[in-house]
């Protein structure tokens, strides 16, 4: 089949990579134009552009696709199917319309379940034992359409939200090429969304890395695992802001926020049920450290009695 492809982070980038791999012609791939990155701030091309570029194929990169120029573009391209993974921006109906079997998504959860931007996030923040991939008929609404085909995976106790996405990504490649094998076959049957079963994954922003210590300490483990590699998350200590990267539950007892015991294998803090023994953190302007490498360079910090706030 004649495929357009639409994405535009490491996530997109993988499938796209799977998509190489099969027998079917990518004729073109839409990616966000680049974006200052680094310290030089020097546009940079997105991870799909990339994937694009070194396997030959021709890049677009519109600001919108609702012109009606941009549309021609698509149109003239004549493709089968589009394959839209993390692109970052709406496809409006005439867009959908298009390809003559529509836009399938590769989203990164169990639909009807954490529709929107950070599903893989929200579901280890929120406890969930399973997530997984949903192939899904793009329509007008957010993440709404018809489900074509689902993988499943478990969240094991001790995934981030880095290494939970690096195997949905692995498995939206695998998704997606069973997908159109099905398609072409005519055996890709649509199965609507409850849609009072949904729930919505929103946007992370950076303050919600700031933890709260009133709350249980399980909430406050999966909040770390969930936020590793971003936004990651921090407390404050005597106005310096320390980040905190691993982190398990443990008994305890205390005022929220007040360190219980300092031990070369971790530190413990009171929360609002339990208490937190923390492993591995981040003093300002300092690489991640075990508890014992922070010992060992002799800095009294994180002492008993002091607070975290």
């Keep these: 089949m004649r495929i357009v492809f639409a994405g535009t982070p490491d996530f997109a980038a993988t499938a796209l990579q799977a998509l190489l791999a099969t027998h079917h012609e990518l004729i073109a791939v839409y990616t966000q134009p680049d974006r200052p990155a680094g310290r030089g701030r020097k546009p940079t091309p997105s991870p799909v552009k990339q994937v694009a570029l070194d396997a030959g194929l021709p890049v677009f990169q519109p600001d919108t696709l609702k012109t009606a120029d941009a549309q021609q573009t698509l ?5 089968d199917v589009m394959v839209v993974a993390a692109y970052g921006l709406i496809l409006p109906k005439a867009v959908l319309d298009l390809p003559r079997h529509g836009c399938l998504n590769i989203h990164a959860s169990l639909l009807p379940r954490w529709r929107g931007a950070a599903p893989i996030q929200r579901a280890i923040a929120a406890g969930d034992t399973e997530t997984g991939i949903t192939i899904m008929q793009m329509d007008e609404g957010l993440d709404t359409g018809a489900m074509l085909l ?21 498995l939206g490649g695998e998704a997606i090429v069973e997908a159109l094998t099905r398609l072409e076959q005519g055996r890709l049957a649509g199965e609507p969304q409850r849609h009072e079963e949904a729930c919505y994954a929103h946007k992370l922003t950076k303050d919600e890395g700031h933890i709260d210590w009133h709350q249980p300490a399980e909430v406050i483990e999966r909040q770390i695992r969930a936020f590793d590699p971003w936004p990651g ?73 002091q607070e975290l706030r």
């Design 150 to 170: 689902k993988k499943a995976t478990p969240i094991q106790a001790d995934d981030t939200g880095g290494r939970l996405h690096d195997r949905l990504a692995r």
């Design 233 to 305: 998350t921090y407390t404050e200590l005597d106005g310096q802001r320390l980040r905190l990267h691993q982190a398990h539950v443990v008994p305890g007892t205390g005022t929220p926020g007040t360190v219980l015991r300092r031990e070369r294998d971790g530190i413990d803090v009171a929360c609002g049920e339990g208490a937190l023994r923390i492993t591995r953190l981040q003093l300002p302007g300092a690489r991640a450290q075990s508890v014992n490498d922070l010992i060992n360079g002799g800095k009294p910090l994180l002492l008993p009695g």
């Design 75 to 79: 149109a003239g391209l004549a493709a």
